[in-house]
């Protein structure tokens, strides 16, 4: 026979699983692990033995369940003309066998609608998220409007206070991001069971959410501080 890695890994931890037997059948190679659960489901362990027409065959003693054959063809004919010409070419050779055919997007369409549907929620909520921190920034910085007059009729430059006001503000917004990202990763385990071929830590993902909080951040706090900066130090006193 012949065994998937995960089974030679399973049964063999740490030696070479050639040449062992199961069942009275040796094992002459190991293939691949394959996933007959699902694109999201682990590994399984398989092995795979000669189509044997011994009636004792020991396969043939194991549940009917275990007796199915699945076969995965790849055709440029269309679904349903392949499906007809894989029902003809069955029947031909026992027209007693039930036949269950369905396409591999047919089998993923359930996961992959979540998956968008999770994704549209996603974008949702980070296009949210980057309004709020911009409005409420955005605020603070007005609420200071009286200080930076001030500050400027006392002599401090534009420069000055633009980077007091932002380091203050990037300060607040590190440990905003820190503390997100923390739980962020928590929460990503949960829709681990969505991906298929991607990690919940894909770094592009991560990568484009926090440019994007970045530079609402960075937007809420430079148009008002710039505008603050560039009206009459008297004027900036009497605001409200």
Do not use: C
Not at 41 to 64: C, L, N, Q, T, W
Not at 225 to 238: C, F
């Amino acid at each position: 026979m012949i065994i998937s890695e995960a089974l030679a890994k399973r049964l063999f931890p740490n030696q070479n699983a050639i040449g062992h037997s199961i069942e009275s059948s040796h094992i002459v190679g190991i293939a691949a692990n394959v996933r007959n659960s699902g694109g999201t489901a682990p590994d399984d362990p398989e092995y795979y033995v000669p189509r044997s027409r011994k009636v004792g065959a020991f396969i043939y003693s194991y549940p009917d369940e275990l007796r199915r054959a699945s076969v995965i063809a790849r055709t440029p004919l269309a679904p349903q003309a392949a499906a007809q010409v894989l029902r003809d070419t069955i029947a031909g050779l026992d027209s007693s066998l039930p036949v269950n055919i369905e396409t591999l997007g047919e089998s993923v369409a359930r996961l992959r609608f979540s998956a968008t549907l999770f994704g549209l929620f996603a974008l949702i909520g980070l296009a949210l998220a980057a309004v709020g921190l911009y409005a409420a920034l955005r605020f603070l910085v007005v609420q200071r409007t009286s200080e930076i007059g001030l500050r400027m009729a006392l002599g401090a430059t534009p420069a000055a206070i633009l980077r007091a006001v932002l380091t203050n503000v990037g300060l607040w917004l590190g440990l905003g991001l820190i503390v997100g990202l923390a739980l962020s990763l928590t929460v990503a385990r949960l829709i681990h069971a969505l991906l298929f071929g991607l990690s919940e830590r894909d770094p592009i993902a991560w990568t484009l959410s926090v440019a994007v909080l970045l530079f609402a951040a960075l937007a809420a706090a430079w148009f008002p501080l710039r505008h603050a900066t560039s009206i009459d130090p008297m004027s900036a006193l009497r605001h409200e």
